[in-house]
């Protein structure tokens, strides 16, 4: 199995940036960001599918940069010009799958949450 360690997360006024950390245990293919507020379906921030291709939300396109680092396993979530609406709570994730696209059901590890929260 693999275990993710997500870090990160916090409090911050519109505006302000954060940066997600999630680092694995070892290899997956497919490493992912999701989110979910309070009274909210789950939905994908971003990911960097197995053949490096990298893929971000229309929500968050320009704001949200999302990284890898292959040697450490190591996914990264750099969130700018935060705004309320990018409360939620942040999963890392990831999946033996290619090309699982956003699809939860095809994420096989999933990190703790970390908490984002933006003041107006």
């Known amino acids: 199995q693999v275990q993710l360690v997500e870090s990160g997360g916090g409090s911050v006024q519109a505006g302000g940036s954060l940066r997600l950390s999630c680092a694995a245990s070892?290899?997956?293919?497919?490493m992912a960001w999701f989110r979910q507020a309070p009274g909210k379906e789950r939905e994908g921030v971003g990911a960097i599918y197995g053949g490096g291709e990298s893929f971000v939300a229309d929500s968050v396109k320009g704001r949200f940069t999302i990284s890898k680092d292959n040697a450490k396993h190591t996914l990264s979530l750099q969130m700018n010009s935060l705004k309320p609406e990018d409360t939620a709570l942040y999963y890392c994730?990831?999946?033996?799958?290619?090309?699982?696209?956003?699809?939860?059901?095809?994420?096989?590890?999933w990190g703790q949450g970390n908490q984002v929260t933006v003041s107006s």
């Open positions: 070892g290899y997956t293919p497919t």
């Open positions: 994730a990831a999946s033996t799958h290619p090309y699982p696209l956003m699809a939860r059901g095809r994420y096989d590890y």
